[in-house]
Nanobody, 125 residues
Framework: QVQLVESGGGLVQPGGSLTLSCATSGFTLGSYAIGWFRQTPGKEREGVSCISSVGGTQYYQDSIKGRFTISRDTAKNTVYLQMNNLKPEDTAVYYC??????????????????WGKGTLVTVSS
């Protein structure tokens, strides 16, 4: 059974940092693409980043490029999203998702068949 569990969210001041974790189980992490997405109330979910299976190619949405870094540890079956220089507009529930095809369509949700329940990130002074 495929499962994804996010953790690491919380309250942080503008300019601060957080690292989100996506613990995975039920599949071989290196065979799937993993994406991070976020959603705020009243807005559509948006893609943030994705890491592909083969080669671990990384993709970043323009608004977070240079501030966020996606990585994975296949030994720990975990994908991370390191978030630096956080801004109030980064406030959202962050979700990780898995694509069995192993391909990232940039940061789109296409192919993401499995989803976690999310972790809340609040950026506020």
């Amino acid at each position: 059974q495929v499962q994804l569990v996010e953790s690491g969210g919380g309250l942080v001041q503008p300019g601060g940092s957080l690292t989100l974790s996506c613990a995975t189980s039920g599949f071989t992490l290196g065979s799937y693409a993993i994406g991070w997405f976020r959603q705020t109330p009243g807005k559509e979910r948006e893609g943030v980043s994705c890491i592909s299976s083969v080669g671990g190619t990384q993709y970043y949405q323009d608004s977070i490029k240079g501030r966020f870094t996606i990585s994975r540890d296949t030994a720990k079956n975990t994908v991370y999203l390191q978030m630096n220089n956080l801004k109030p507009e980064d406030t959202a529930v962050y979700y990780c998702a898995a694509a069995p095809e192993g391909v990232c369509y940039r940061w789109a949700s296409y192919g993401m068949n499995y989803w976690g329940k999310g972790t809340l990130v609040t950026v506020s002074s």
